[in-house]
Nanobody, 116 residues
Framework: QVQLVETGGGLVQPGGSLRLSCVAS????????MGWYRQAPGKQRELVAG???????DYGRSVNGRFTISRDNVKNMVYLQMNSLKTEDTAVYYC??????????WGQGTQVTVSS
């Protein structure tokens, strides 16, 4: 019965910024590392960034230096600040557990489109 809901996506020009938010039912963020994933058309879902319960972060090579993941365990929320967006960042973005044997059903995701 855990539900993951992603928001904050939209249409942005190259070089622009967006902040994505993910909220989960229950208190799963207090006990699980969380991550952001994305899936572009014609490609498999890939990890974008991960964050442990203590706040340590890890980033995919393609977004390192441009994206920042953060979390609020009390609010059961995880965020992704995306700066210097590129057209290749266009994808549907999802949140879920990271480095864990426990994965929850995927949410609807939020569409990020980077285009001029």
């Amino acid at each position: 019965q855990v539900q993951l809901v992603e928001t904050g996506g939209g249409l942005v020009q190259p070089g622009g910024s967006l902040r994505l938010s993910c909220v989960a039912s229950g208190s799963i963020f207090s006990i699980y590392p969380m991550g952001w994933y994305r899936q572009a058309p014609g490609k498999q879902r890939e990890l974008v960034a991960g964050i442990t319960t203590s706040g340590r972060t890890d980033y995919g090579r393609s977004v390192n230096g441009r994206f920042t993941i953060s979390r609020d365990n009390v609010k059961n929320m995880v965020y992704l600040q995306m700066n210097s967006l590129k057209t290749e960042d266009t994808a549907v973005y999802y949140c879920n557990t990271y480095l864990s044997n426990t994965n929850y059903p995927w949410g609807q995701g939020t569409q990020v489109t980077v285009s001029s």
